[in-house]
């Protein structure tokens, strides 16, 4: 039975994982930063128009360019709150194949490939929570129809969050990176989400997504304080006495 | 980059692909409602590509769809071509399309159904998030309070495809937004009888319930019910469809 790793090995793998984790929010601080001088220069509105796109593009080709691991990057627009009718919409770039372009989403309610941002916890939860997140790997259906991790903040004005800035990221290197890093560990380990749902695991019958509650073994697992600030946590199987 | 649902659409022709067949494939797409109203297509270069047309075929095949009244160009940067039908018989080319089919299709396409259905509530229950749950809620919903079949068939479709986003599966989510334009044709026929929206939108309601729960035995075993009570009401009707497409 292998030894329960100690406090110092676990810090050193939240560490880890912090250091994967920092340039993707480093990143959307330059695009922040963009969209926050048109908004102030202009309407909340007008962040939607071909002007706005064309002004933001170079600071996301550049993103693009410099962070392998991100593999999309934008701004989404809240639009009009104050009728019912809020028509939310996006500036997006993509990498694929390693050329970069802009992309256009759907946002016909009556197509059969409508991408309704308003009900994605990537658009919904920074504008809810006023705070940036990260979230654990998730089928993103009519935006990138993949698997995905989207890194997002919100951008105020006046109180209001008028835009959400996200990234997406190439979520299997990112998983494979996390991986690496549990394995350093020695024994079975998973880093888990605020959802306790599994992000990665090494040297456990658990997939990526696994609800830990929903498994007879997930409970019994002990929980290591927090990583990467975004309520993910390590867990482990408990040494069996004897 | 498109969506998925427009690679299926969009799929590559066989060499020497005629511009009667690109227009004959959207126009289909356009009577069904799987293009919509107001959908802007991709760039001509990008769907040229995709339907591995040349530019100047694609551009033909635009053409008839201008005269036919069926999509609009505006030229210039932010411009495109954009579906303009407001007003297509949905029910007549859902009749066209599904008398093509015949009962062993019928079966077989249910069967695929069936078993992407299946697998994909078995693994969401397993591992669904807390907004996929939320999704699953809203969505079965929007089919008991669809306002026609149109939207029936797209609330139909698009639970399911949540329920694959569920199972965290690219996979089984890939296999059912192709079904979402294969099988369009059969949900907007059956869709018109409204007691089966209610039901089967209960049936989806008790699976998102499942899934919550983490009950995987009968999360499929609801995935299951309510496919096969689409798919029963596709084959009861299929004689009748089909006289009723030779009538007309």
Redesign the interface.
């Known amino acids: 039975m292998p030894l329960s790793p100690s406090r110092a090995a676990l810090a050193a793998v939240a560490e880890q994982i912090r250091v994967i984790t920092v340039p993707v929010f480093a990143g959307l601080d330059t695009l922040t930063e963009a969209t926050h001088s048109l908004v102030d220069t202009n309407d909340a509105g007008a962040l939607a128009s071909?002007a706005a796109r064309e002004m933001l593009a170079p600071t996301a080709t550049r993103l693009l360019e410099n962070q392998r691991l991100i593999v999309g990057c934008g701004v989404a627009v809240a639009g009009n709150r104050e009728g019912d009718d809020e028509r939310p919409t996006m500036a997006w770039w993509?990498r694929?194949n390693g050329e970069i372009?802009a992309?256009?989403?759907?946002f016909?309610p009556?197509?059969?490939?409508f991408?309704d941002i308003r009900?994605t916890?990537w658009f919904a939860e920074p504008r809810r929570t006023g705070k940036p997140v990260l979230l654990?790997?998730?089928?993103?259906?009519?935006g990138t129809?993949?698997?995905t991790m989207t890194a997002c903040r919100p951008l105020s004005r006046d109180g209001i969050v008028v835009a959400v800035i996200a990234a997406d990221l190439n979520a299997r290197a990112y998983v494979s990176a996390v991986e690496r890093i549990l394995k350093d560990v020695g024994s079975p380990i998973a880093l888990i989400d605020a959802?306790d749902?599994v992000i990665a695991s090494v040297g456990l019958d658990l997939?990526?997504?696994?609800?830990l509650?929903?498994?007879p073994e997930g409970k019994a697992m002990k929980r290591s304080p927090g990583v990467a600030a975004f309520g993910w946590r390590l867990a482990r199987t408990l040494e069996k006495p004897g | 980059m498109s969506t998925l649902t427009r690679r299926v659409l969009f799929e590559p022709l066989a060499d020497n692909g005629r511009a009667d067949v690109v227009a004959g494939r959207l126009r289909k797409a356009i009577a069904l409602g799987v293009l919509a109203d107001g959908e802007q297509l991709p760039a001509e270069a990008e769907l040229a590509a995709q339907f591995n047309i040349s530019p100047v075929t694609l551009r033909e095949a635009l053409q008839q769809l201008r005269d036919q009244h069926l999509v609009t160009t505006r030229r210039g940067r932010g411009g495109g071509s954009v579906i303009t039908s407001p007003q297509q018989d949905q029910m007549r080319a859902a009749l066209d399309e599904v008398c093509l089919l015949t009962t062993l299709d019928l079966r077989d396409l249910a069967d695929w159904r069936r078993a992407l259905a299946v697998e994909a509530a078995r693994l969401a229950a397993r591992r669904a998030s807390r907004a996929n749950i939320g999704a699953l809620v809203r969505r079965s919903g929007r089919l008991a309070t669809a306002e026609d079949v149109g939207e029936a068939r797209r609330a139909d479709s698009r639970f399911l495809i949540e329920v694959a986003a569920a199972s965290q599966s690219v996979r089984l989510s890939k296999g059912l937004i192709e079904l979402q334009v294969e099988y369009a044709p059969v949900l907007t026929l059956v869709y018109g009888d409204k007691h089966l929206r209610r039901s089967v939108a209960d049936q989806f309601n008790e699976l998102a319930a499942a899934i919550g729960e983490g009950d995987q035995a009968e999360a499929a075993r609801l995935a299951a019910e309510a496919v096969s009570a689409v798919a029963s009401a596709a084959l009861a009707n299929s004689d009748t469809w089909r006289n009723d497409a030779a009538l007309a």
Do not use: C, F, M
């Not at chain 1, 992309?103 to 759907?106: D, L």
């Open positions: 071909q993509v694929r372009s992309k256009r989403h759907v016909n009556g197509s059969d490939s991408y009900q916890t654990a790997p998730y089928v993103d259906s009519w129809d993949d698997l959802e749902r997939e990526a997504g696994a609800r509650l929903n498994i």
